[in-house]
């Protein structure tokens, strides 16, 4: 089986990173399961966690409408850990997904101890804004 560090390390978000620095990472992550047609998280809801996806494909829907697909190596839940608003969008599985969580809590150390995360997350949420105000003005 592979350890929470290995699957970290393939993520793009982590790559470059420290070996102790990738096992502090797993050591705030638990491992969760979600079957197809499961619902990961509702918009609208309270964000409590981020998750990345292990492997598996998630559909990102948002007011009905589907915006995009995730897979392994992509992470999700982050905007609303950031801004301690609500879920933006509704994400299903839309097969078989296995991935890492973390809980807030780690989540803000996750931002706070390590700039190089920060950084990665901070662009992916400027690459979807950008991609989400493309589509709109298309």
Known sequence: MTSRSDVLRA????????????????GLAHEASFSTG????????????????VDGRVAVDRHGERV?????????GEISLIDNGPRTATVTAIEPVNALVIRSDGFNRLMNDYPAVRL????????????????VSD
Do not use: H, K
């Not at 993520?11 to 797993?26: E, K, N, R």
């Not at 499961?38 to 964000?47: A, C, L």
């Not at 901070?122 to 979807?128: F, G, P, T």
């Open 68 to 76: 995009a697909e995730m897979s392994a190596g992509d992470f999700l």
């Open 120 to 135: 990665g997350i901070l662009n992916a949420m400027a690459q979807r804004v950008r991609r989400t105000s493309e589509a």
């Open 11 to 26: 993520v793009p978000l982590f790559q470059g990173m420290t070996d102790p620095s990738i096992d502090q990472i797993a």
């Open 38 to 53: 499961s619902v990961i998280f509702y918009e609208g809801d309270p964000g409590e966690t981020f998750l990345v996806i």
